[in-house]
């Protein structure tokens, strides 16, 4: 049976709900843990406005990036602890926030099209590309452009470890 009839599986991190749904892609090889997202330690004053605050996770201290311009959910906030794509020692992992439940998928070249209509209030600079997935806008995130953001923040606020 090839790959393509098999699906890839992927984490879909709802990021607004109706009435306009959309999600942001993870490939779910990306994803460590999904774990609630609290409490969180708040970022310093000089850290940029996607940085939410940092999370516990398994004696680490995690970023939290919300890389939506959407306000976070009260309450039921989730996280999904992503490797960083050139770990180094000191930034193993970080994590994407979520306000809903992320969910698992397998996607076939049937269940993915082209984006229509408008995005959602997403930053641009942390998707790769805007997609249909099972019918629902998404972006798929740019883990690559999410890790660099995060090292430059680390180096003009000494904030983001």
Do not use: K, N
Not at 41 to 70: D, F, I, K, M, N
Not at 83 to 100: D, K, N, V
């Amino acid at each position: 049976m090839s790959q393509h009839a098999q699906g890839l599986r992927v984490l879909l991190l709802p990021v607004s709900g109706d009435p306009d749904p959309w999600d942001l892609l993870l490939p779910a090889s990306a994803v460590a843990e999904i774990v609630r997202a609290q409490p969180l330690e708040p970022p310093g004053s000089q850290a940029p406005p996607w940085l939410c605050g940092y999370l516990a996770w398994r004696g680490l201290r995690l970023p939290l990036v919300r890389p939506t311009a959407l306000a976070a959910a009260a309450g039921g906030r989730y996280a999904a602890v992503c490797f960083a794509p050139t770990a180094g020692p000191a930034t193993p992992f970080f994590a994407i926030e979520s306000p809903g439940m992320p969910r698992l998928e397998r996607v076939t070249p049937e269940t993915l099209s082209a984006a229509t209509g408008d995005p959602a209030a997403v930053d641009p600079s942390f998707i790769q590309v805007e997609l249909r997935v099972l019918g629902r806008p998404a972006g798929l995130v740019d883990l690559e452009a999410l890790q660099c953001a995060l090292q430059s923040a680390s180096a003009a606020s000494g904030e983001v470890r």
